[in-house]
């Protein structure tokens, strides 16, 4: 069975950094996104990478987070700097191994999801 696991998220205060991880075995073929969600809140696109490396991100976090992905230990990664309070939710890695066009921002296009890890900015 597929699965996307998260890890990497935890309690940082405003202005630090942390570096969010996604295994991904079996989705080398995937488009791979990351999404948010804050309590109270619609889930939120955040970045997203294609097969071929091209990155899409959300304007909140433009500038400020960086997507990558690493084909041989088949994981994805989502570096942040500079958190906000506001970057607080919990962060879900998602993937898309379908073909025809791909709609980044939108959470319809991922079948895969996981199961989310805490991030949590103190001011």
């Known amino acids: 069975q597929v699965q996307l696991v998260e890890s990497g998220g935890g309690l940082v205060q405003a202005g630090g950094s942390l570096r969010l991880s996604c295994a991904a075995p079996g989705f080398s073929n995937a488009a791979l996104g990351w999404f948010r969600q804050a309590p109270g809140s619609e889930r939120e696109f955040v970045a997203s990478?294609?097969?071929?490396?091209?990155?899409f991100y959300g304007n909140p976090v433009k500038g400020r987070f960086t997507i990558s992905r690493d084909y041989a230990r088949n994981t994805m990664y989502l570096q942040m700097n500079s958190l906000k309070p506001e970057d607080t939710a919990v962060y879900y890695c998602a993937a898309d191994l379908s073909s025809g066009e791909f709609y980044p921002y939108s959470q319809d296009q991922y079948e895969y999801w996981g199961q989310g890890t805490q991030v949590t900015v103190a001011s």
């Open positions: 990478i294609t097969r071929s490396g091209s990155t």
